[in-house]
């Protein structure tokens, strides 16, 4: 229906916007952001996030959170590349 479809288009805007965003910012700085932005915009929209997607953010913010209390100065963008690396999804070549 007319809502669902205006919904979608709100999501994606936002994962637009996010995107559009990403290529200006240092990625990791903003990442809990990004999070949060996506989150609160698929529940606002209704849309269900893959369940991987979610685990794996949640983890990388704990990690985030962790590796900020122990060094704040941390190269957490680059430790945690070599872990997004082993996903399935970056083992296919989906991202």
């Known amino acids: 229906d007319g809502d669902w479809a205006e919904a979608?288009?709100?999501?994606?805007?936002?994962?637009?916007?996010?995107?559009?965003r990403s290529e200006e910012e240092?990625?990791?700085?903003?990442?809990?952001?990004?999070?949060?932005?996506?989150?609160?915009?698929?529940?606002?929209c209704r849309v269900a996030l893959e369940g991987y997607f979610v685990s794996t953010?949640?983890?990388i913010r704990v990690m985030e959170g962790l590796a900020n209390s122990l060094d704040p100065?941390?190269?957490i963008g680059q430790m945690a590349l070599r872990w997004i690396g082993t996903s399935p999804y970056a083992v296919a070549g989906l991202i």
């Not at 979608?8 to 559009?20: E, K, M, V």
């Open 8 to 20: 979608q288009d709100r999501f994606c805007a936002c994962l637009s916007a996010i995107t559009s």
């Open 26 to 44: 240092e990625f990791f700085t903003m990442y809990s952001e990004y999070a949060t932005r996506i989150f609160g915009e698929a529940e606002r």
């Open 57 to 59: 953010a949640v983890a």
């Open 73 to 75: 100065h941390a190269p």
